[in-house]
């Protein structure tokens, strides 16, 4: 009994160790940032997964001021590259693909925020370079008016009679994606999209394949029946229309999982700005503050607000769902989809 209290004593006292010296090591943290003062993000605009609020957090709690330039992930890793020692950007959020490359180019600093072992280890890099903060889900959209029963599944989709918005496929993530999750569904995976290849064959077929743009201007005049689109998409453009008039689903049968992460630059000159604000994403108020923006929380230990709550899926939705776990042949797949599309799929559109 004696020992037990002694290791029940042990445990305590280290516990209580490691958060002091947690605590300790963010306040050093928020002084270093507060002594830059300012941090300069690039594809962190306030209108995406409400980064607005985060930046306004960033300024209320820390007095850090904020300014972003918009642009792609791709235009983000060559603006850190092509900087170096004049960099004007400390920070980035770029898509889950882009993560490693921007690694191998060599144009991140690690770090790990105190909530590190909340992430899942398929979301994030083991040295700390990157780590998602949030994840989109290929997922279906259908218009209430035109579809009578909405599709739960990608079985329900080739069913049906209605038609199929897909998006630019070849050109555009959301619709490579939508093609990948099919895969998934349907016994393939990053190195064999010829089942998903096959299904949009027969969609096509069947006269059914729009290549509509799945935007919310499109959805809310009634030009498009079902959408396949990522789900903080799907939401978002439900409630800015009429939440009654859409129904959002995940494909029960298979579908893909990816996200965004934060990359800090190598070169930032405001490094302990970029720092704290990683480390205030992965906090339980950065991961809320996402969710309001329609981005789904990579952290499930955070209780998010009933109102907020509401806006997302359920978690129930998202039980086969699979994230990308061989980058390599996803890459070399994805530069072969635009000719097997068009040889496959175009080929046949009735």
């Not at 370079?129 to 599709?151: D, E, R």
């Not at 093609?179 to 190195?191: D, F, T």
């Not at 996200?259 to 302990?272: D, E, R």
Request: proline share 4%; no cysteine.
């Amino acid at each position: 009994m004696k020992r037990l209290l002694l290791s029940t004593t042990l445990i305590t006292t280290l516990f209580s160790i490691s958060t002091f010296a947690q605590e300790t090591n963010t306040q050093a943290l928020v002084t270093a940032a507060q002594k830059e003062g300012a941090v300069y993000s690039v594809g962190m605009p306030d209108s995406w997964a409400n980064w607005k609020g985060t930046w306004a957090d960033m300024s209320s709690h820390y007095g850090i001021k904020h300014q972003d330039t918009d642009m792609s992930s791709a235009q983000e890793i060559a603006k850190f590259a092509a900087e170096k020692n004049n960099a004007t950007a400390d920070i980035g959020d770029v898509g889950f693909a882009f993560a490693r490359v921007a690694v191998q180019k060599g144009v991140t600093q690690p770090y790990k925020p105190t909530t590190w072992e909340s992430i899942p280890d398929w979301a994030k890099d083991k040295d700390g370079h990157w780590a998602l903060a949030y994840t989109g889900t290929i997922s279906f959209i259908s218009n209430n008016n035109l579809v009578k029963n909405p599709p739960k599944s990608w079985s329900d989709l080739l069913k049906g009679d209605y038609k199929v918005t897909v998006g630019d496929v070849g050109v555009a993530a959301q619709a490579n994606n939508a093609v990948l999750a099919a895969a998934y569904a349907m016994g393939g995976n990053e190195a064999n999209l010829k089942p998903a290849i096959d299904f949009f064959g027969k969609l096509a077929k069947q006269g059914r394949l729009s290549f509509t743009d799945p935007s919310v201007a499109n959805l809310e005049k009634g030009e498009i029946e079902v959408a396949i689109m990522w789900d903080f998409n799907a939401l978002n453009y439900r409630d800015q229309i009429d939440r009654s008039r859409f129904t959002v689903s995940i494909p029960q049968d298979g579908s893909v999982i990816s996200g965004y992460t934060t990359i800090i630059n190598k070169f930032a000159k405001h490094p302990n700005a970029a720092k704290l604000t990683r480390e205030y994403i992965f906090s339980d108020k950065g991961q809320i503050n996402l969710a309001e923006g329609y981005a789904r929380p990579i952290r499930s230990d955070v209780t998010l607000p009933a109102d907020i709550q509401a806006k997302l899926l359920p978690n129930s939705e998202y039980a086969n769902v699979h994230p990308i776990k061989d980058f390599n042949a996803w890459q070399k797949s994805a530069s072969q989809l635009p000719r097997q599309w068009q040889e496959n799929v175009l080929i046949n559109q009735q």
